[in-house]
């Protein structure tokens, strides 16, 4: 597929929901992808799954930058090259304010802002001596809008907005690709990451009832990817159709 056929691709979050369909689809267009996460069982059976070396498969914690950068330097070891970075990896604490959740606070600022932040500083050197990249960096509908016990999660998903605004303005010397992706509610596992009492039930039945199938996102990210050169996808918002 144009533009997506042997492209060396980085995923963040690849283990589980949108990261691991993306995978699934760019592998079937011919992408090179390198999946980066936590569970490092689950991005080796999705290896396995795809006929990919065992080596496409690197365990990542987002939060650490460190880590970030030797996932990228992996990739282009691995590969020779980077094209896509896309910072997925994110978790969803929904939970008002006055229930004091600090631990849920520091987290979804560490992966959902900071967490990005390192993907970009780990694959921004490699885009820029190349002159060209893309990085596609996942924001939320919850990136356009404020719900009551949104504010941290919206917070950390405005600022995905923010950045990559002020990224793709920066970076335009270099021939790099700047694209925001922001869903609503996908089927994956992202409830889980709910921990409020009362909020993750409410949630979880949200998602049951209306979530749709990860290959929306995943599509979006081939749209993204395959424009030609010139063209630079910069923000796709989509959702449910039944969602306010
Ligand atoms: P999932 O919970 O299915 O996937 C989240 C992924 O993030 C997992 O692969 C998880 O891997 C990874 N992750 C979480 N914390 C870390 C960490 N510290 N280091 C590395 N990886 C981490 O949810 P989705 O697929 O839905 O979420 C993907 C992105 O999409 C998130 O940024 C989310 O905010 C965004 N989004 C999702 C929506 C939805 O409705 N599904 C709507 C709007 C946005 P592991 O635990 O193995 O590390």
Redesign the pocket.
């Known amino acids: 597929m144009q533009n997506i056929s042997d492209k060396v691709v980085v995923i963040?979050?690849?283990?589980?929901?949108?990261?691991?369909e993306t995978a699934r689809h760019l592998v079937k267009a011919g992408a090179k992808v390198v999946l980066?996460?936590?569970?490092l069982d689950?991005?080796e059976a999705l290896a396995t799954e795809l006929g990919l070396p065992k080596e496409a498969a690197f365990k990542?914690?987002?939060?650490d930058r460190e880590q970030v950068k030797a996932l990228v330097d992996h990739a282009v070891k691995l590969h020779g090259r980077i094209d896509v970075m896309i910072n997925?990896?994110?978790?969803?604490p929904l939970a008002p304010l006055e229930m004091l959740r600090f631990d849920e606070w520091d987290q979804c600022i560490?992966?959902?802002i900071k967490?990005v932040l390192w993907g970009i500083a780990a694959a921004l050197p490699y885009f820029k001596a190349q002159k060209s990249g893309q990085f596609i960096n996942?924001?939320?509908?919850?990136g356009h809008t404020i719900s009551v016990g949104g504010a941290i999660?919206s917070a950390s998903?405005y600022s995905v907005r923010v950045i990559s605004e002020a990224l793709r303005k920066e970076v335009k010397p270099y021939n790099i690709r700047t694209t925001v992706l922001?869903?609503?509610?996908?089927?994956?596992?992202?409830p889980?990451?709910v921990g409020a009492p009362g909020v993750n039930t409410a949630i979880a039945d949200y998602?049951k009832n209306n979530?749709i199938p990860?290959d929306s996102?995943a599509r979006c990210v081939l749209f993204a990817m395959s424009q030609p050169e010139n063209i630079d996808i910069n923000e796709i918002l989509f959702r449910p159709t039944v969602q306010e």
């Open positions: 963040t979050g690849a283990s589980s929901g949108l990261g691991a980066g996460a936590r569970r689950r991005l990542v914690d987002v939060t997925n990896a994110g978790l969803m560490d992966v959902n967490g996942v924001s939320s509908v919850a999660y998903k922001s869903p609503g509610a996908v089927d994956t596992e992202l889980a990451s998602y979530a990860a996102f």
